[in-house]
Protein backbone atom coordinates (compact mmCIF):
# COMPACT_ATOMS: atom_id res chain seq x y z
CA UNK A 1 0.00 0.00 0.00
CA UNK A 2 1.28 3.58 -0.91
CA UNK A 3 -0.11 6.48 0.65
CA UNK A 4 0.41 10.04 -0.31
CA UNK A 5 -0.31 12.81 1.35
CA UNK A 6 0.19 16.22 -0.26
CA UNK A 7 0.02 19.69 1.69
CA UNK A 8 1.19 23.11 1.53
CA UNK A 9 -1.88 25.13 0.28
CA UNK A 10 -3.37 28.02 2.02
CA UNK A 11 -4.32 31.41 1.12
CA UNK A 12 -2.36 34.00 -0.56
CA UNK A 13 -2.01 37.14 -1.78
CA UNK A 14 -1.96 37.88 -5.61
CA UNK A 15 2.12 37.72 -6.73
CA UNK A 16 2.21 35.80 -3.82
CA UNK A 17 3.99 32.21 -3.38
CA UNK A 18 3.31 28.80 -2.06
CA UNK A 19 5.24 25.95 -1.98
CA UNK A 20 3.37 22.71 -1.91
CA UNK A 21 4.54 19.30 -1.36
CA UNK A 22 3.76 15.64 -1.71
CA UNK A 23 4.91 12.33 0.33
CA UNK A 24 4.91 9.18 -1.02
CA UNK A 25 5.72 6.14 1.87
CA UNK A 26 5.23 2.37 1.70
CA UNK A 27 6.70 -0.17 0.95
CA UNK A 28 8.00 -2.45 -2.05
CA UNK A 29 7.40 -0.13 -4.79
CA UNK A 30 9.56 2.17 -7.45
CA UNK A 31 8.03 5.71 -8.38
CA UNK A 32 7.80 6.10 -12.52
CA UNK A 33 6.46 9.66 -12.31
CA UNK A 34 4.84 12.28 -10.14
CA UNK A 35 2.59 15.40 -10.47
CA UNK A 36 -0.20 18.01 -10.12
CA UNK A 37 -3.55 18.06 -10.96
CA UNK A 38 -5.78 21.08 -9.90
CA UNK A 39 -9.80 21.56 -9.95
CA UNK A 40 -11.25 24.78 -9.26
CA UNK A 41 -15.07 24.71 -8.49
CA UNK A 42 -17.34 24.29 -11.80
CA UNK A 43 -13.99 23.82 -13.75
CA UNK A 44 -12.77 20.22 -15.08
CA UNK A 45 -9.48 18.84 -13.67
CA UNK A 46 -6.08 20.38 -15.42
CA UNK A 47 -3.14 18.57 -15.61
CA UNK A 48 -0.38 21.21 -14.46
CA UNK A 49 2.88 19.62 -13.98
CA UNK A 50 4.81 16.37 -13.98
CA UNK A 51 8.27 14.86 -13.28
CA UNK A 52 9.45 11.60 -14.51
CA UNK A 53 11.68 9.34 -13.35
CA UNK A 54 14.52 10.67 -15.11
CA UNK A 55 14.27 14.05 -14.23
CA UNK A 56 11.75 16.00 -16.92
CA UNK A 57 9.59 18.17 -16.24
CA UNK A 58 6.38 19.08 -17.93
CA UNK A 59 4.33 22.05 -17.38
CA UNK A 60 0.67 23.60 -18.51
CA UNK A 61 1.05 26.72 -20.77
CA UNK A 62 -1.31 28.64 -18.21
CA UNK A 63 1.61 27.78 -15.45
CA UNK A 64 5.07 27.59 -17.85
CA UNK A 65 7.39 29.99 -15.83
CA UNK A 66 5.40 30.41 -12.70
CA UNK A 67 5.30 26.85 -11.80
CA UNK A 68 8.31 24.74 -10.95
CA UNK A 69 8.10 21.10 -9.90
CA UNK A 70 10.77 19.42 -8.22
CA UNK A 71 12.13 16.13 -5.80
CA UNK A 72 14.73 16.26 -3.39
CA UNK A 73 17.06 13.54 -3.69
CA UNK A 74 16.91 10.68 -1.56
CA UNK A 75 13.28 11.33 -0.33
CA UNK A 76 9.68 10.38 -2.10
CA UNK A 77 8.79 13.96 -1.84
CA UNK A 78 8.47 16.45 -4.76
CA UNK A 79 7.97 19.84 -4.01
CA UNK A 80 5.56 22.34 -6.40
CA UNK A 81 6.71 25.55 -6.28
CA UNK A 82 4.12 28.13 -7.15
CA UNK A 83 4.86 32.10 -7.62
CA UNK A 84 3.47 34.96 -9.13
CA UNK A 85 -0.07 33.36 -8.05
CA UNK A 86 -3.07 35.10 -9.58
CA UNK A 87 -6.69 34.28 -8.88
CA UNK A 88 -6.86 31.78 -11.43
CA UNK A 89 -4.45 29.42 -10.00
CA UNK A 90 -7.49 29.17 -7.35
CA UNK A 91 -8.06 25.42 -7.18
CA UNK A 92 -7.75 22.04 -5.23
CA UNK A 93 -4.37 20.97 -5.91
CA UNK A 94 -4.04 17.03 -5.99
CA UNK A 95 -0.70 15.02 -6.37
CA UNK A 96 -0.27 11.50 -7.97
CA UNK A 97 1.99 9.15 -8.43
CA UNK A 98 2.31 6.70 -10.84
CA UNK A 99 3.90 3.31 -8.96
CA UNK A 100 5.53 0.06 -10.15
CA UNK A 101 5.28 -2.76 -7.80
CA UNK A 102 7.87 -5.79 -7.97
CA UNK A 103 5.88 -8.09 -9.56
CA UNK A 104 5.53 -5.34 -12.73
CA UNK A 105 2.01 -4.55 -11.52
CA UNK A 106 1.66 -0.52 -12.12
CA UNK A 107 -0.76 2.00 -10.39
CA UNK A 108 -1.75 5.47 -9.67
CA UNK A 109 -1.83 6.89 -6.05
CA UNK A 110 -3.70 9.90 -5.19
CA UNK A 111 -2.92 12.58 -2.60
CA UNK A 112 -5.96 14.21 -0.53
CA UNK A 113 -5.88 17.41 -2.07
CA UNK A 114 -4.64 20.79 -0.70
CA UNK A 115 -6.93 23.73 -1.33
CA UNK A 116 -5.02 26.95 -2.77
CA UNK A 117 -6.56 30.30 -2.52
CA UNK A 118 -5.62 33.41 -4.37
CA UNK A 119 -7.23 36.62 -3.44
CA UNK A 120 -6.62 40.00 -1.56
Known amino acids: QVQLVDSGGGLVQPGGSLRLSCAAS????????MGWYRQAPGKQRELVATLTSDGSTNYADSVKGRFTMFKVNSENTVYLQINSLKPEDTAVYYC??????????????WGQGTQVTVSS
Open 96 to 109: YADLSDYAGNEFRS
Open 26 to 33: GSRFSIDA
